[in-house]
Nanobody
Framework: QVQLVESGGGLVQAGGSLRLSCAAS????????MGWYRQAPGKQRELVAL???????NYAGSMKGRFTISRDNAKNQVYLQMNSLKPEDTAVYYC?????????WGQGTQVTVSS
């Protein structure tokens, strides 16, 4: 059993910043990939950023230069620093991990950016 708990969402004005955190716990031996996805109302879930165990990262195009993903392997935590937020960034943000060939998702944290 693996649990992911996100925190850090909230309401922010356009141009502001938020930092999301996600803590993984449970039956975890090694985490290959950690990352974030988001889902806006009426839209499909989309990739935000991924961090792989080898150190590589990738971002969705619209997040490049504004969002930064980082991880603390010792704590099994992943973070997402979001700067220069835009109203179109409003969504539920989901933490994601890939471990031992299985995908796990958090319950999501709401991020709302007002114009």
């Amino acid at each position: 059993q693996v649990q992911l708990v996100e925190s850090g969402g909230g309401l922010v004005q356009a141009g502001g910043s938020l930092r999301l955190s996600c803590a993984a716990s449970g039956n975890i031996f090694s985490i290959n990939t950690m990352g974030w996805y988001r889902q806006a109302p009426g839209k499909q879930r989309e990739l935000v950023a991924l961090s792989r165990s080898g150190g590589s990262t990738n971002y969705a195009g619209s997040m490049k230069g504004r969002f930064t993903i980082s991880r603390d392997n010792a704590k099994n935590q992943v973070y997402l620093q979001m700067n220069s937020l835009k109203p179109e960034d409003t969504a539920v943000y989901y933490c994601y991990i890939l471990t031992l060939g299985r995908n796990y998702w958090g319950q999501g944290t709401q991020v709302t950016v007002s114009s």
